[in-house]
């Protein structure tokens, strides 16, 4: 009995070199930050015709992780030993949704508050959100449509911002990816405007 213990345990032990439970994790996680700040300490009472909701974009297949996309060609791979905090898509939002309601005053509820349903509503697709391999710039593109409760009527727009990158490391990638973010928040806030 006891040498089949030992034996086992030897076995276990040999075996365990073996395995492998996923890659390593990153050395660091990159994040977005919005260039337009709303204030702090002032209180904001609105109406839901005042409020606006931002969805967090659709993304492609290739953006659905928290991976730093490079696109070469038309094919896709993923910047080593970097990641982002969340999904490009709710990294995305919060750039937005902090863009928008400090360039229009209006109030953007977080996603996870139901009990706030405002009459406009943001939504659309983040179609590319990556580093373009061996062009020295970076891809963002967002399709947005705007619809009103009680309207039929539904507007949509393209969004889209190259923008030179220092290197095709993680953080000169993620500097321009944000400066990016930002330029398309800042045109989004723009086309809906203070309502």
């Given at each position: 009995m006891l040498r089949r213990t030992i034996l086992a345990?030897?076995?276990?032990?040999?075996l365990a070199?073996?395995?492998?439970?996923?890659?390593?994790?990153p050395e660091r996680l990159m994040s977005l930050t919005s260039a337009a700040?709303?204030?702090?300490?002032?209180?904001?009472?609105?109406?839901?015709t005042q409020a606006i909701s931002v969805a967090p974009?659709?993304?492609p297949a290739a953006l659905r992780n928290q991976r730093i996309a490079v696109e070469?060609?038309?094919?896709?791979?993923?910047l080593p030993k970097s990641g982002w905090v969340d999904t490009p898509s709710q990294l995305f939002r919060s750039?937005?949704?902090?863009?928008?309601?400090?360039?229009?005053?209006?109030?953007?509820?977080?996603?996870?508050?139901g009990a706030i349903t405002p009459d406009t509503r943001l939504s659309g697709t983040l179609l590319a959100f990556q580093l373009l391999g061996g062009q020295g710039k970076v891809l963002a593109i967002y399709d947005a449509t705007l619809a009103k409760s009680g309207s039929d009527e539904i507007r949509a727009r393209?969004?889209?911002r190259t923008v030179p990158v220092a290197g095709e490391?993680?953080?000169?990638?993620?500097?321009?990816l944000n400066e990016a973010a930002n330029g398309i928040a800042t045109d989004v806030a723009d086309w809906i405007g203070a309502g």
């Open positions: 345990l030897t076995a276990a032990g040999l070199g073996c395995i492998s439970f996923g890659e390593d994790p700040k709303v204030a702090a300490d002032q209180g904001k009472v609105t109406r839901d974009p659709a993304l070469t060609g038309g094919a896709f791979a993923y750039v937005l949704a902090e863009t928008i309601e400090a360039r229009t005053g209006r109030f953007v509820p977080d996603t996870r508050n393209r969004f889209e490391d993680p953080r000169s990638v993620a500097a321009a």
